[in-house]
């Protein structure tokens, strides 16, 4: 790949019913490192009267959506693009520093079509997506990639890269000349589908492990606070449609039944865990059935012809102030002299600088990182506490400055952190 500057990016938002959550997005993609940014929002009433009051309108290019349709608003968003790249990622998302040039920067390869990143979950640590294949039916299986580089993946039909619709990117003209994502996909699936279509094209799709955002899996009209599901009819309804779009009709039942499989293991276990009552199972599998009947029915016109003329040009790219390098500050210490170091930080964040605060526990208490909305980072967790899932994220023994040197060895891997690292706790 050409080494250079990532070509110029245009960050599509969707946000609904999230305006809080939709200024956190924000406030991180205003510290991203890459010096030719536009981020395109798309929100419901709620959250365009939240960024007019939180004076937010200025500098970006917005647009009130109220159809609750996520492959309807991106493609809204995507009207809006002038970037040479157009990335996506969720309100309730926020994005490490790097992100934007990171994902964007195997693009300066004429034959990159997409990029996908990596996903932390919840605890800001451990990963909820890394790379995934996924065929015809929907089916996501791991994919074995090289975590330390940028790798590419030429498609083929029936069988593609699957990118995560809050951590992905798509070269803008090849999108728009698509028609952008299929309607017909109101909620789950819209980005796999765009997958697919690219695969039968044979695009090449980077996998960019280095690009990272975290997600938090907010509630929302489909689902609450603990992932506890409000009903399956979208999920139901878009399987349906993506195996009538890509798969062999002999495959439908047993895809389907797959399906409902892993709907019912799924609420089986919230059931156990006593989120939900034993008739809750019986009635959401039914929302499941109901929505696979109803994509069986939707209508489905046919793709965009790429080869059509272009759309109506969108408005100039509007570069997001303030965007490029940064300096890093990393501030350690122990749970006794924290609120003085999230003060340092916001100052730090108000300056122009990326801050982040490390909070060292005497213990096992495990980590959580988190981004707060005033501008920094914060991790916490015990001096010996794990960081993440899995053997690598249980320390041996450390004194306080090794586990300093061990995190902070870590976050610079995606985020500035500067020189000085504490030897004692304070």
């Not at 809080?20 to 365009?48: I, K, Y």
């Not at 959506?65 to 996520?70: D, G, H, I, S, T």
């Not at 964007?104 to 990596?118: E, H, N, Q, S, T």
Request: hydrophobic share 50%.
């Amino acid at each position: 790949m050409t080494a250079g500057p990532p070509p110029a990016t245009s960050v599509v938002v969707v946000s609904r019913r999230r305006p809080a959550a939709l200024l956190r997005c924000l406030a991180a993609l205003a510290q991203q490192d890459h010096a030719a940014l536009e981020v395109v929002v798309v929100a419901d009433a709620a959250g365009m009267d939240a960024l007019g009051r939180a004076g937010r309108l200025a500098g970006l290019k917005a647009r009130e959506f109220a159809e609750a349709n996520v492959a309807a608003a991106r493609n809204a968003g995507l009207a809006l693009a002038a970037g040479e790249v157009t990335a996506f990622i969720d309100d309730d998302a926020v994005a490490e520093p790097s992100w934007a040039a990171r994902l964007a920067g195997p693009f300066a390869d004429a034959a990159v079509a997409a990029a996908g990143g990596f996903v932390r979950g919840r605890d800001g640590l451990s990963f909820q997506w890394q790379a995934r294949g996924v065929d015809c039916t929907g089916h996501a299986t791991p994919l074995a990639v090289p975590a330390d580089r940028v790798s590419l993946w030429p498609g083929e039909p029936g069988r593609a890269v699957k990118t995560e619709g809050t951590n992905m990117a798509v070269r803008t003209g090849l999108l728009r000349a698509m028609g952008g994502f299929d309607p017909a996909f109101r909620f789950f699936l819209d980005e796999t589908d765009l997958n697919l279509r690219l695969a039968a094209r044979g695009a090449v799709t980077a996998i960019v492990p280095a690009a990272e955002v975290h997600h938090g899996f907010l509630a929302s009209d489909r689902r609450r606070a603990d992932r506890v599901p409000r009903g399956l009819f979208d999920i139901g309804a878009s399987t349906a449609v993506f195996l009538r779009r890509h798969a062999p009709e002999a495959r439908h039942a047993a895809a389907l039944a797959r399906l409902a499989a892993d709907e019912r293991r799924r609420l089986l276990a919230h059931m156990l865990a006593g989120r939900i009552e034993p008739g809750d199972v019986g009635r959401l599998l039914a929302t499941l059935a109901d929505g696979i009947a109803a994509g069986q029915a939707r209508a489905l016109p046919a793709h965009p012809d790429p080869a059509a003329p272009p759309a109506d040009a969108p408005p100039p790219f509007l570069p997001l102030a303030g965007t490029g390098p940064r300096p890093g500050r990393l501030l350690a210490g122990r749970p006794w002299s924290a609120a003085g170091r999230r003060a340092a930080a916001r100052a730090a964040a108000a300056g122009g600088a990326i801050a982040t605060v490390l909070t060292l526990w005497p213990g096992l208490r495990p980590h959580r990182s988190r981004y707060d909305p005033a501008g920094f980072w914060e991790q916490t967790g015990g001096l010996w506490g794990r960081a993440g899932r899995g053997p690598r994220g249980r320390p041996a023994a450390l004194t306080f400055a090794a586990r300093v040197r061990a995190e902070a060895g870590r976050i610079a891997r995606v985020r500035p952190i500067g020189g000085d690292l504490p030897a004692h706790p304070s």
